[in-house]
């Protein structure tokens, strides 16, 4: 990788660290801004969904993001999750909290296919998964670092503050990232879109699986940690500063092990490590050590599968990458959307066994695909 790009990495890297945490937020504190609006954990998992449903729109995205380019694509984002933080920081009920929540996702996936289909476009596949495992340490790197800051403010402040000043920080990213990208980078691809569009894949597929399975415990664990464990707010958000490092951990495996092991056989080993992790959720009892370590390995475990499926995702299609990855963005979205509906009642109704019955199934079905139907691409 050449100097240019790992300049115009680490200040997209910085730009999208930053951004993510306002579409990170809102799942550790859902009960907070439950009590905040006034309504209850399951209606507020269906105002989370409304969010969610942005990211089904991502093939669309990817498309044209295909079209207008990285540059355009990522300054785009960042004004639209800007205005969205900005509805949520202000909404008095749950439904416009759900709507500002659509556009601060929709932002966030502008902004995020971008960097992945850019990475895509720089990277040679056989290097591809370094680059792409270390991007995503933006996501958990998030979770670690930003999330449990905001949560700390909004303990002194209101939930609201947070948003308010994510959409102070993506504003201020704009400049950046423009600057970033005026030039193209040395040594980058034609980037130029081809006829048709990008179709899902069986790795779409096992994408999703992978996702729903992680996603319903991602939905129900801040519920989990104050009602099964009895935690305050303050005490989960440092829980969520060990839940982050578990992520970062998964992130980093991806990034030196995809590259050397495989891509495949790192995703699937990020599912060896997400089953005993979803089945320890139904062991904790009222144990706060075991639930956490749960928590903890699910997120290494997703992470590790989820990041290693990128690299093959953007080579599904080299004329399409944005599409492509707008296709398991899609997965992905669709996962937490069902997740963010089911989860909760299922939590709120029958407990956290009840989400475990349907996690593991979601996984093997992951698991099975990935193993019978997915192949790496040939050097």
Known sequence: MNVAFRVAFRRLFAARLLGTVSLRFAYPFLPTIADGLGTDLATIGVGVAGGEIAGLLAPLIGRRLDRIGRRRGMTDGLVVSAAGCVGVALAPHVAVFGVALFFVAIGRYLFDVSFGAWIGDEVPFERRGRALGLGELTWSGAFLLGVPVAGLLASVTTWRVPYALSAVILLAS????????????????????????????????????????????????????????????????????????????????????????????????????LVPAALGFSLAGSLDAVGIAAALAVGLGFELAFVSALPLVVEVDESHRAAAMGLAVAGLTGARTLAAVVGTRLFAEHGIDAVVLVSVPALVVAFGVVLLRVREPAQ
């Open 174 to 273: 704009i400049p950046v990232v423009r600057a970033t990208l005026e030039t193209k980078v040395a040594g980058a691809k034609n980037t130029k879109p081809a006829a048709g569009h990008a179709r899902p894949t069986w790795l779409h597929a096992a994408v999703f699986a992978l996702s729903l399975g992680a996603a319903l415990f991602f939905v129900t664990e801040g519920a989990f940690f104050e009602t099964d464990l009895g935690m305050s707010d303050r005490t989960i958000s440092a829980v969520v500063i060990l839940l982050g490092v578990g992520e970062v951990i998964g992130s980093l495996l991806s990034a030196f092990l995809a590259d050397r092991v495989g891509k495949r056989v790192a995703v699937m080993a990020g599912i060896v490590v």
